[in-house]
């Protein structure tokens, strides 16, 4: 009488086992949960990016020190200047582009070399197809809707997974050299007829005495003391969000919510660019591109736009901007008179 009760016991037993296997190769095989290196390649483990980074024996100390210490100054800075914290929604992450071959997540911020960054990422990830000089994609490509993957695009543990295990890093820039740039492109660009219609014209209507009517139906002829009026004026953000070109950078990137491992600025662009391309192993695939500096808009440049800008007008327009100025580590510019 005993014998078939042990031998069901033995048949539970078995079948228990081969249901934990089953379990154990389902939850292996989820998108997101298995190995960076075996997750497209096949190839033998690798380190992560961000293993490389805090085990640092892969990048000279030097640029390591720079880097920390930038992370200890926006640390610092996060702690002494914002006071609520709240959590991530996807509207947060839209900036944020990932790359799952190489646990990369890079939040691009407009005018701070985001076209050739998205170019390199585009290589990174394969979407450039046969492509693998990043100056051979257009610029225009670089920027289609799709072509790259932001992290809002994904579920909450996808999305939670990846800001705990990829190498998070951010370019910057000091914040009215950005805007300059920004205005110079958008504003005296005369292919620029998207943003004189949808901008211009606006800023036109709003902030010049007696317009003539082709100005109001053009709006390509916005001063940057024009410009500045439309930034200042609160009527501007209770409308709509800024755009992007002119955006905060803490407003696009949420520096005091995501923790960023490398916060690259545009001064040292070349070398804080091969090194997130040392870190993520791919310095001898893909090469950062070389800028044009004939073009760039320097500290000088910009004092000659803020030279027009009265001090009133000034330090709102440093309020405005203040936060990226203090989280970057960035001096009030010299040439403003509000001091």
């Not at 081969?18 to 096949?42: A, D, W």
């Not at 961000?50 to 024996?57: A, V």
């Not at 450039?128 to 993957?149: F, K, M, Q």
Request: contains cysteine; glycine residues 4%.
């Amino acid at each position: 009488m005993r014998k078939p009760k042990v031998t069901r016991m033995g048949f539970a037993l078995c079948l228990g086992c081969f249901i934990m296997v089953i379990l154990f190769f389902n939850s292996s095989l989820k998108p997101g949960s298995e190995p960076l290196s075996e997750r497209s390649s096949g190839h033998k483990s690798r380190r992560s990016p961000l293993q490389t980074l805090y085990d640092g024996d892969q990048v000279e100390s030097g640029v390591q020190a720079i880097h920390q210490g930038r992370r200890e100054v926006l640390e610092e800075a996060c702690r002494s200047y914002t006071r609520k914290r709240r959590v991530l929604i996807p509207e947060d992450l839209k900036h944020v582009i990932v790359d799952d071959q190489h646990g990369l997540l890079y939040c691009y911020v407009p005018k701070v070399a985001c076209t050739n960054w998205k170019r390199v990422l585009m290589v990174l990830t394969g979407v450039s197809g046969s492509l693998r000089d990043p100056l051979s994609i257009p610029a225009n490509e670089a920027h289609v809707p799709g072509n790259l993957h932001t992290l809002s695009e994904y579920s909450t543990s996808q999305i939670n997974q990846r800001l705990r295990s990829y190498l998070k890093f951010v370019f910057v820039r000091e914040p009215f050299e950005r805007l300059v740039s920004a205005y110079r492109n958008k504003f005296t660009r005369s292919y620029n007829t998207a943003f004189h219609k949808r901008y211009g014209t606006k800023i036109v209507r709003r902030h010049r005495s007696d317009p003539q009517p082709e100005a109001m139906e053009r709006g390509n002829d916005v001063s940057f003391e024009e410009f500045v009026y439309y930034l200042v004026d609160p009527a501007t953000q209770r409308e709509e969000p800024f755009n992007e070109h002119w955006e905060r950078v803490h407003s696009l990137c949420h520096p005091c919510l995501i923790h960023y491992d490398v916060v690259g600025k545009y001064e040292t662009l070349e070398q804080d660019s091969q090194y997130v391309l040392q870190l993520a192993g791919v310095e001898n695939q893909v090469s950062f591109p070389s800028s044009s500096k004939s073009t760039r808009t320097t500290g000088d440049m910009a004092a000659q736009f803020f030279n027009n800008i009265s001090p009133f007008y000034q330090k709102k327009l440093y309020n405005l901007y203040r936060m990226d100025f203090l989280l970057f580590n960035y001096s009030i510019p010299a040439y403003l008179k509000f001091r």
